[in-house]
């Protein structure tokens, strides 16, 4: 599976911007899928996850409110829609495939390349 993260881009504080990952293969729509993110310097966190058929969703409580997960399965394509961006939101965004939504980097097996979300304040 070839995951492809699109929809970076810069921005300004309290602007917005859609995040999508597509996937190559339809195996993909039978797994989960997560986002996360490393800003420079940092840790690569836990942004969200969705359950393969898009009933569970969970995030990371620093984005609960502003970002949301969402999925279509028939385009083979996981979004992230990320609200009133922060300059903490800063970072190289990952999708990635696995078999459960868990926050945990070592649940998923198939990870895309990133994109970059630059947020100015």
């Known amino acids: 599976v070839q995951l492809q993260a699109s929809g970076g881009g810069s921005v300004q504080a309290g602007g917005s911007l859609r995040l999508s990952c597509a996937a190559s293969k339809r195996t993909a729509s039978n797994n989960a899928v997560g986002w996360f993110r490393r800003a420079p310097g940092k840790e690569r966190e836990f942004v969200a996850a969705i359950s393969w058929n898009g009933g569970y969703t969970s995030y990371a409580d620093s984005v609960k409110g502003r970002f949301t997960i969402s999925r279509d399965n028939a385009k083979n394509t996981v979004y992230l829609q990320m609200n009133s961006l922060e300059f903490e939101d800063t970072a190289v965004y990952y999708c990635?495939?696995?078999?459960?939504?868990?926050?945990?980097?070592?649940?998923?097996?198939?990870w895309g390349q990133g994109t970059l979300v630059t947020v100015s304040s």
């Open positions: 990635a495939v696995g078999r459960s939504s868990v926050p945990q980097p070592n649940g998923y097996i198939y």
